[in-house]
């Protein structure tokens, strides 16, 4: 009809679209307050704001936000695999050479032992019933190893003898005495420095024994004592 204004269609998301646009302005404006990140978008809203040709909130540049300590997200830390470290042993091998023989101990031990011995061993005195000093050194010693009862040195004699030159002794003994004494002079001889050694009628001058004519009587026959004659000049060397 003439004169009559067409009537406006009625546009029904009219309304629910400037309630979208005031409602996105108060949620800028209490972001810009409290400065806190917005929440997640709702779905109206969203809807609304494309409708009326709006940027989403989505579209709109972030804003620079403090990070709050207490809210901060605490990064997972990952221990990290300790390795113990390698310990290398170091063997130590004694390169000092073995030792033989005796241990020092044992060697001070057998030297004062020894030292000892020495002392206590002597030269055999040089002085028995007025012989010459080699003769009365072996005398001596002869005297300390066997069991003799008495012993005759210097004296005179009317048949040729040793005994006046101080070069011959006589042992009184008994038989088994007598006979290891005789036997072990023989044997020494040469180091006693002797010449011949007269025992129960017989004589040994190195050559073995030998037996001698009778005299007459026990003691002229040498049965009851050894004699030994001995050379002159002879350096011995016994002890006692």
Same mark, same amino acid.
């Not at 546009?11 to 972001?31: D, I, Q, S, Y």
């Not at 300390?144 to 040793?162: L, Y």
């Not at 003994?173 to 180091?191: F, I, K, M, N, P």
């Given at each position: ?11 029904? +998301? %009219? ?5 979208? !646009?005031?409602? %996105? ?6 972001? &810009? ?28 540049? %972030? ?79 002869? !005297? ?39 036997? #072990? ?10 010449? #011949?050694? $007269?025992?129960?009628?017989? $004589?040994?001058?190195? &050559?073995? +024994? ?9 003691? %002229? ?20």
């Amino acid at each position: 009809m003439a004169g009559r204004h067409r009537a406006q269609p009625r546009r029904p +998301w %009219a309304k629910p679209t400037a309630v979208g !646009l005031l409602a %996105a302005t108060a949620l800028v404006g209490t972001m &810009a307050l409290t400065d806190t990140a917005p929440p997640e978008e709702d779905h109206t809203t969203a809807v609304a704001a494309v409708a009326a040709g709006l940027p989403t909130p989505s579209s709109t540049p %972030a804003r620079s936000r403090s990070t709050d300590p207490t809210s901060s997200t605490a990064e997972s830390t990952t221990p990290e695999s300790t390795t113990p470290e390698s310990t290398t042993t170091t063997s130590t091998t004694s390169t000092e050479p073995e030792t033989t023989g005796p241990a020092p101990e044992e060697e001070t031990t057998e030297a004062a032992a020894n030292a000892e011995a020495e002392a206590t061993v002597e030269a055999c005195p040089t002085g028995l019933e007025g012989t010459v000093p080699h003769v009365a050194q072996v005398g001596n010693h002869l !005297l300390e190893r066997f069991s003799v009862d008495s012993v005759g040195g210097r004296a005179p004699r009317s048949n040729p003898s040793d005994h006046p030159a101080g070069l011959a002794l006589d042992f009184m003994v008994g038989v088994s005495t007598g006979d290891a004494l005789a036997d #072990y002079v023989v044997e020494h001889r040469d180091e006693f420095g002797v010449k #011949y050694v $007269i025992w129960r009628q017989r $004589i040994n001058n190195g &050559a073995g +024994w030998s037996a001698m004519a009778d005299r007459g009587s026990a003691t %002229a026959n040498h049965m009851d004592h050894v004699h030994v004659s001995f050379r002159s000049g002879v350096d011995v060397s016994v002890t006692c």
